[in-house]
């Protein structure tokens, strides 16, 4: 799970906000934390409660089992909320480059107030572990955070929660799956629907953290899941199980399929640092394949702006003329048609240094490879001197040589 775009200045929602992100195909997990008042807690100002919802791209969420989308699961209601923070996270598959968030607040002037996005993707397996530890702002019963999945099956779902028996009033949560309320039988009828109760701990251990299995069998399409709050529980960590490995969407490059779409934000990173490996190093040892690879990485982790911030921008940066790799400029002719189809000549070695190619680019973005090049964010082939490369680059210090390769990091 990465960090891809966060935005943590809390604002005013006056009518419709839109927030716009960069991003490739994958699966994300965006996670919205914002408050809303009450018509009480608006006084003058309104006749009705405040609301919030959220779009992403041209998907909606709407309440469960109907169209509207103000009362959604999802949504950010001041009637339940009276000014309460509520997080919601949101899982699902985004395709292309640009992307964006609206947020629409329903009525003038406009008090909802956003607090806080964080936009990670994601390589989903058969199962997701998120730990927030998110604590309950201190309130009565109300709704704390929702998990919004998108077109995703759901076999089970594994909740960690710390909650504490206090003075006058303890810490309660409630359990909503797909508006169903998980109550406890073992409670009393006061606390029927409350999963986790913090009146009924023993004084002497007033507090808890507890850990519960819930099994769903949902096949895919839209869930929720809601924690209600009473008090300051706090959510350690959740855990989603699938039931399966999740497929690719179709459409998207896979190893076993990598031909180009078009647009080369809809290769996963691994795809597309694979087919530059490919382009400048197919017929090379694995050793010199991997070395470029961490030359990429490195400069994203630099985090100069002339180098790019991910693998995409690193990767396919130019300035419309030329490439910072060459076998990425589409008028490349030895490279390109090849990185674009890796496996349309169908042979032995062509398979092997694709493979290869992949397995260095998976080795280097999951970070089990130590980097050879010792900081290296510039190379080049021994084809060109050293000496050529440092008078047209005067900025670059040589570091060492690698197979056919000659290595520079910068002064």
Same mark, same amino acid.
């Given at each position: ?8 200045q809390?604002?005013?929602i ?16 965006i996670?919205?934390?914002a408050?809303a008042? $009450?018509?009480?807690q ?5 006749? !009705?409660?405040e =609301?919030l919802?959220? /779009? *992403?791209?041209? &998907?909606t ?18 009637g ?11 899982l699902?598959?985004?395709?292309g480059?640009g992307h964006?968030?609206i ?9 909802a ?6 936009v990670?993707?994601l390589?989903?397996?058969?199962e ?6 998110l604590?309950?702002e ?7 955070v929702?998990?919004?999945l998108?077109?995703?099956p759901?076999?089970?779902?594994? $909740? ?7 003075k006058? !009033?303890?810490d =309660?949560?409630k359990? /909503? *799956?797909?508006? &169903? ?9 006061k ?13 002497l251990?007033p507090?808890?953290t ?8 949902l096949?895919s ?5 809601e924690l ?10 959740i ?19 990598p031909?180009?779409t078009?647009d080369?934000?809809d290769?996963?990173?691994e ?10 190093a197919?017929?090379?040892?694995k050793?010199?394949?991997?070395a470029?690879?961490?030359?990429? /990485? ?11 911030f991910?693998y ?14 060459s ?18 000549i169908?042979?032995?070695?062509t ?6 190619s992949?397995?260095?680019a ?13 900081g290296?964010v ?7 001197s050293?000496?050529e ?5 005067p900025?670059?210090v040589?570091i ?7 290595f520079?990091?910068l002064?």
């Open positions: 799970m990465q960090l891809i775009y966060q935005d943590k809390q604002k005013t006056q009518g419709k906000e839109i927030i716009t992100f960069p991003s490739f195909s994958s699966y994300h997990l996670a919205i934390t408050r008042k $009450s018509e009480k608006l006084g003058s100002q309104g006749t !009705d409660d =609301d919802i959220v /779009k *992403i791209d041209n &998907k969420f709407p309440k469960f089992n109907s169209d509207r989308l103000k009362d959604s699961q999802a949504a950010f209601s001041g339940r909320l009276h000014n309460l923070a509520k997080t919601v996270y949101f699902t598959f985004l395709r480059k964006e968030i947020l629409e607040a329903d009525k003038p002037p406009g008090t107030t956003f607090e806080n996005l964080q990670y993707t390589n989903l397996g058969s997701l572990a998120l730990e927030p530890k604590t309950a201190d309130g009565d019963r109300r709704p704390w929702t998990l919004a998108n077109d995703l759901l076999q089970s779902i594994t $909740s960690t929660i710390t909650y504490s028996r206090r006058r !009033d303890s =309660d949560v359990i /909503k *799956i797909n508006g &169903k309320t998980r109550g406890s039988l073992l409670t009393n009828i606390h029927f629907l409350w999963r986790f109760v913090g009146s009924l701990l023993p004084l251990s507090t808890k507890e850990t519960e299995k819930f099994i769903v069998k096949p399409g839209l869930h929720y899941i209600d709050a009473d008090r300051m529980p706090t959510l350690e960590n855990v989603f199980n699938f039931g399966k490995e999740l497929p690719v969407p179709e459409g998207i490059p896979t190893f076993d399929n031909k180009w078009g080369f934000y290769d996963p990173p795809i597309l640092l694979a087919r530059l490996i490919f382009g400048e197919r017929g090379q040892s050793e010199e394949k991997l470029v690879a961490w030359v990429v /990485k490195n400069r994203f982790l630099s985090q100069i702006s002339d180098f790019g991910n995409h921008e690193v990767i396919l940066k130019n300035d419309g003329v030329r490439y910072q790799f076998p990425m400029n589409p008028s490349e002719p030895d490279n390109f048609p090849v990185l674009i189809d890796p496996l349309k169908d042979n032995s070695l398979k092997a240094a694709w493979s290869d992949y397995e260095a998976t080795a280097i973005i999951s970070g089990k490879i130590s980097d050879p090049t010792e290296a510039f190379f080049h082939s021994q084809d060109l050293k000496e490369f440092l008078k047209a680059v900025r670059a040589y060492k040589e690698i197979g056919n390769f000659f520079y990091k002064r």
